[in-house]
């Protein structure tokens, strides 16, 4: 691969974007949605002390949600949008080899996800005015925010070079992040109702007069979710990877500060599988009871997933990108039917 034919193929497939207007539109839309979110933000995190943790969190994970929704359309068609254009053959004649090719799409793929980084970086740095956010959760949660936008586009631009009409590549590409985004909360939910676990609770039964009767408990048999068993299906969506990943800063009692923790304190709570025998003896209400975990102990006591996400995504992108590199190599021996070549 030659570093000056990726960084000329890059040139030009960004030189076509930035010819649009509708490009600078969608910048201009996404800067209005960040102002608004950031300016709600503020006022959602008046009440804590450390307000820049909490907008941080919820602008970065705006930021996500924007990116894994428009990245798909801009990425979609990178290989077979050339084709259908007949430019995708005059390039593959030249010193370009197919490496330079792929390689130089998915580099313009990640710099048009990454302007739209560059537009959030205003309204992080604006969060950061309310104190709070610790140095390490600012470098984690934007690494990893880079990341997943190389592997969405990674996905896309893998899409467009193995199917061969464009609008189905960027369908495709939806599917694949509304599996991850989507589909794992889907699957944990219909998961979790599906493998029950028996619980017994036992409470203390009233007389006719509404007096507690102290000698004797009535028994009671329930039937209840066991999400603990399928808690991991969690672990590839991405922001599920960009909470667990990052470091979680806690308020005097044990409580996260941001949505990142907020997040992750939900997915870790769904480890922990349920009490089997509740009980609650109302003859004795004084009686010291077992305190639930703070968040902080339930996240210090379970196990972090975020780098098993993070693998899962990057085979699922992976193979798709080489999928369509040995699809798009020349001199090509088969090619799908109505397949445009030059």
């Given at each position: ?253 044990g409580y996260p500060q941001d949505m990142f923790g907020q997040i992750k304190f939900g997915v870790r709570s769904a480890q922990l599988p349920p009490s ?67």
């Amino acid at each position: 691969m030659n570093p000056s034919h990726i960084g000329t193929i890059a040139r030009l497939e960004l030189t076509q974007r930035l010819r649009s207007a509708g490009w600078y539109v969608l910048l201009g839309c996404f800067a209005l949605i960040l102002l608004a979110v950031t300016a709600y933000s503020f006022v959602a995190y008046s009440y804590g002390d450390a307000m820049g943790a909490g907008v941080f969190s919820i602008v970065v994970n705006t930021v996500l949600l924007l990116v894994v929704l428009v990245s798909p359309t801009l990425s979609g068609n990178a290989i077979n949008g050339d084709r259908d254009a007949a430019t995708l053959a005059a390039v593959q004649v030249t010193a370009a080899s197919t490496g330079d090719i792929m390689i130089g799409k998915l580099v313009a793929a990640v710099a048009t996800g990454g302007a739209f980084l560059v537009v959030a970086v205003p309204f992080m740095a604006v969060s950061l005015i309310g104190g709070g956010a610790h140095p390490a959760t600012l470098a984690v949660s934007l690494l990893v925010l880079a990341i997943e936008i190389i592997i969405v586009a990674a996905v896309g631009v893998g899409f467009s070079g193995l199917i061969a009409r464009p609008l189905f590549s960027v369908a495709a590409t939806y599917l694949v992040v509304a599996a991850l985004t989507i589909g794992t909360l889907i699957a944990f939910g219909l998961g979790g109702a599906a493998f029950r676990t028996e619980i017994t609770t036992q409470t203390r039964p009233y007389d006719s007069t509404g007096n507690v009767v102290c000698d004797r408990w009535d028994t009671y048999t329930s039937e209840m979710p066991r999400f603990d068993q399928v808690w991991w299906v969690l672990s590839a969506n991405p922001f599920v990877v960009l909470a667990d990943a990052t470091p979680t800063s806690f308020d005097a009692y044990g409580y996260p500060q941001d949505m990142f923790g907020q997040i992750k304190f939900g997915v870790r709570s769904a480890q922990l599988p349920p009490s089997p025998y509740p009980q609650w003896d109302e003859c004795h209400p004084n009686r010291p009871r077992e305190e639930p975990p703070t968040a902080q102990e339930v996240i210090d006591s379970t196990v972090p997933s975020w780098f098993v996400g993070l693998g899962i995504q990057i085979v699922i992108a992976g193979s798709l990108f080489a999928g369509a590199w040995a699809r798009t190599r020349t001199p090509a021996r088969m090619l799908p039917p109505g397949t445009r070549v030059a």
